[in-house]
């Protein structure tokens, strides 16, 4: 949820808050907790005190609810400034082909929920650099995304372009291009075989009923799909995002 007055996103989840709480203090600009939480939030909540910002018990988790809009806060809630991706730039982008980055790119997955478990994912496997699109049907980050994160916005970067498409263009013979699509002919275990040793590659996931947008289908250099028994046509798009990841990060 957010507090368009403050300026504030409401970070809710036990897990969420407490790894926010350990990496990133001084994003916090508000925190509410319950009595059997409290233990857990000593540390951070001196650091507050002495930048003399609120924290608190709360009577009751209904008050929770209210801040976070949601049922699911776990018996904490954090507010911090609303998040603001950074746009990749051209140097940045630069220096992932030179490093020989593993990138991972949403083309217009649209549910916040999915972009949350592709996070909590892609911290789990340390492949650390997201990039978003600015398309209308991609879902940014929100409270219920942080939550579902587990903790792994704090171990992730989140980047924003104009969208998959133009990305997946600007890279074109600098890295390995590889789109998910359940109709492909590779499978996801000739990976290894499609990416030269020491090369930058970019996975890039489509929307959860469309796929990858015909753009970015002809653009890359390689299409991949996940093999199951056909009786159902493909995973979720966060199932499918896990096994690319584990896959990614052991190239």
């Known amino acids: 949820m957010k507090n368009k007055q403050r300026r504030e996103l409401a970070v809710c989840g036990f897990a969420a808050v407490k790894a926010l709480a350990e990496r990133h203090p001084e994003r916090i600009q508000r925190l509410f907790f319950t009595q059997d939480r409290a233990r857990f939030f000593g540390p951070v909540c001196k650091s507050l005190a002495a930048e003399r910002k609120i924290y608190r018990l709360v009577e009751s988790p209904e008050e929770l609810e209210k801040l976070s809009q949601s049922v699911h806060h776990q018996g904490v809630v954090a507010m911090v400034a609303e998040p603001e991706i950074p746009r990749l730039d051209f140097d940045t982008l630069k220096d992932w ?35 978003i699109g600015e398309d209308d049907e991609q879902a940014e980050i929100t409270t219920s995304s942080w939550r579902v994160a587990e903790g792994g916005m704090e171990f992730v970067e989140i980047w924003r372009v104009s969208s998959a498409a133009w990305l997946v263009g600007a890279v074109a013979g600098k890295m390995t291009r590889v789109g998910a699509d359940h109709r492909a002919r590779n499978r996801l275990r000739d990976l290894p075989d499609l990416v030269e040793s020491g090369e930058g590659v970019l996975i890039v996931m489509g929307n959860e009923e469309t796929g990858l947008s015909p753009e970015v289908k002809s653009s890359c250099d390689h299409l991949v799909r996940i093999p199951g028994t056909g009786d159902v046509e493909s995973l979720n798009v966060a199932q499918a995002a896990t096994l690319f990841l584990y896959e990614l990060a052991n190239l």
């Open 97 to 131: 082909v030179a490093r020989g980055e593993r990138i991972l790119a949403l083309d217009r997955v649209g549910n916040a929920n999915n972009l949350g478990a592709i996070v909590r994912s892609a911290a789990f496997f340390g492949v650390t650099r997201i990039v």
